[in-house]
């Protein structure tokens, strides 16, 4: 059974910077054989893909971060990060983590597969303002 657990949530100004990690447990590589992603949820919105990563390293991003995120992974400690720069307010949500196996490769597959995954962390919140 996967486990995500995420943090590095937090409170900044605009055009600030944070770092998310998501630590997943359960099974061993979850990181390295796994599609992994990050998603976010503003209040009154649906949540929507951010950032993901597949087992070999390829990644893609939403146009509306691409630039500012980057999206890493350590394969051997199981963590997944978020660096997130130039930090604007509608970047505000609660950000997931999100794991599985899709058929396939590529960052653009774990990205689009938003409603696919069966396993998500519980979020951290960043708020800017």
């Known amino acids: 059974h996967v486990q995500l657990v995420e943090s590095g949530g937090g409170s900044v100004q605009t055009g600030g910077s944070l770092t998310l990690s998501c630590v997943a447990s359960g099974y061993e590589r979850i990181v390295r054989r796994y599609c992994m992603g990050w998603f976010r949820q503003a209040p009154g919105k649906e949540r929507e893909g951010v950032a993901a990563v597949d087992r070999e390293g390829a990644t893609d991003y939403a146009d509306t971060v691409n630039g500012r995120f980057t999206i890493s992974k350590d394969d051997y400690k199981d963590i997944l990060y978020l660096h997130m720069n130039g930090l604007k307010p509608e970047d505000t949500g609660r950000y997931y983590c999100?794991?599985?196996?899709?058929?396939?490769?590529?960052?653009?597959?774990?990205?689009?597969?938003?409603?696919?995954?069966?396993?998500w962390g519980q979020g951290t919140q960043v708020t800017v303002s």
């Open positions: 999100a794991a599985d196996r899709f058929p396939g490769s590529g960052g653009g597959i774990c990205l689009r597969a938003l409603n696919e995954y069966n396993y």
